[in-house]
């Protein structure tokens, strides 16, 4: 080849090599860009995984769970039991959207200030709130008719707060009077008497039972009652006292397994479980866990419990049930004779007091479950029911509770009519869009203001609200594992391609390198024998 074709062509492989490496630089770049890619949409999905949202959990079940919504919070409904949970700002102000800020500023405020509140305003204040389409006309009839709930300037401010939910939350003491109230059932039977369905088991004038002959006792704080006294056993007694059920069989030859205690514990447990059913069912899941707790304290005191005896005298075979009635079973005492294993006087007893104890607190262990601080032994110092803490509140009916809707209705306005007066207004009309509500909540900007027990509001952060609930955000996990996904499907791709075309153009470069040192060392010798031709 001639010098001058070599020096073209060595030309040409430098150029197309510089482009070479240059294209490599490129695509290492664009390497580093997809990698770059690729931490920033990982950590934008790791970000995601920890988003949560706030919802709506008035009962606290975690079961009827709804979205947080302006809505919920405002309008009278079952979901906040007809009580207003007021969207406020630092400073107090209730934050208002559209339709409510143009009936606040018509009938209370124009510039959201406080003001005086009258009975005259707030029926303005229904009025307005039938103008701005809020509620309906025949709705602000029956509020602004109604005899039964006049307006109350207190509603919210220190008045007695209506029981519009049927329920109460009760001390052992309140579950004790009530368990007294007198009342009579269908049949025109007493209903907290249990000693006389205990009498109809035993023969007349006597405490003989009537089906086998056996002796029943029942002691009383360790006092043995008289039949007239059994016949006027109630079942708060059994809260008050420690009562405890025995079971004696006949002389004579027989087993424990004979006596009938089992049979007459199911009857008399039974008339108190029921009792208590009646007082504390409030709907159908605490009717249920009630049957259910009915019958696990039936299964666990209906096992054996046996205590070997050597032909014991009928005294010290009462005092071994005695003596072990702390044992949340059924105690039998098994008298065995001294010639030929004759079997003598076997008893039997529990203590009715425990069993309702252990009644009870498996009840509130079905309904807030087993990670609860109370506890079920084998024996009552093994364990801690619900009725050894004197502060632990039992739900029951409240047949004074208010269901009439107007009055419910009437009763929200009132208070947000109060509210409004007392702490002037603002509007907000973006509070109905969920997600700017959810994050002026989260982030402080607005806060909960809700009735207290003692009949005022308070204000405080969302996260103070027992029915505010904040819980991961599936939808959002859902939605970012789905763009992760895709993104990163394309960035792999892109990134093989581009490993494609790097490795194309190492091959090129290697190649192009050989080229051009053959080319360059061709070159060289052509000018090394040039100048020697002329030397």
Known sequence: MGLAASQARFLAITSRKAYCEFQSMQIAQDKLSVTRDLAEISNDYQNALNKTKLVWDFDGSGENMYNLSYGVLMTPSALNNYTPYLITTRTGAVVLNGPLAAAAASAISASGASTSRSEAGYKKFIEALVNEGVIAKSTSEGILNTDELPYDKDAGYGSTPLNKNGVTATSIVGLIYKAKENGVDENGVDEINIGKAI?????????????NGNTLKIMLNNKELTRQQIEDLTLDQLFTN?????????DGEHEYSDLAIEEILSKIFGIAADKLAKILGIDPSTDIALITAKEMTESQFNNEYVIQGKRDPDSRSWQLIKENSNINQIIYHQNNGAKNNNKFNSSAGVNLTNMISYYLTEYELLLNGYDS????????????????????????????AIDNMTIMQADFYMQLYNNICINGWTQNNNVDDEKYLENALKNGTYFITSLNGDGYFYQGRYNEEDCIV????????????????????????????????MKNLDTEISSLTTEYDSVKNLISKNVEKIFNMFQ
């Open 373 to 400: 601080d109370y506890i079920l032994g084998p024996t009552a110092e093994d364990s801690y029911f619900v009725t050894d803490d004197p502060y632990y509140n039992y739900l029951t009916k409240d047949d004074d």
């Open 199 to 211: 009498a109809e088991l035993l023969n007349k004038d006597s405490l003989t039972l009537k089906e």
């Open 242 to 250: 420690e009562v405890i059920l025995m079971e004696q069989g006949e």
């Open 470 to 501: 904040e819980i991961t955000d599936q939808d959002a996990i859902a939605q970012a594992e789905a763009e992760f996904t895709t993104k990163k499907a394309q960035l792999t791709y892109k990134e093989e391609q581009l490993d494609l075309e």
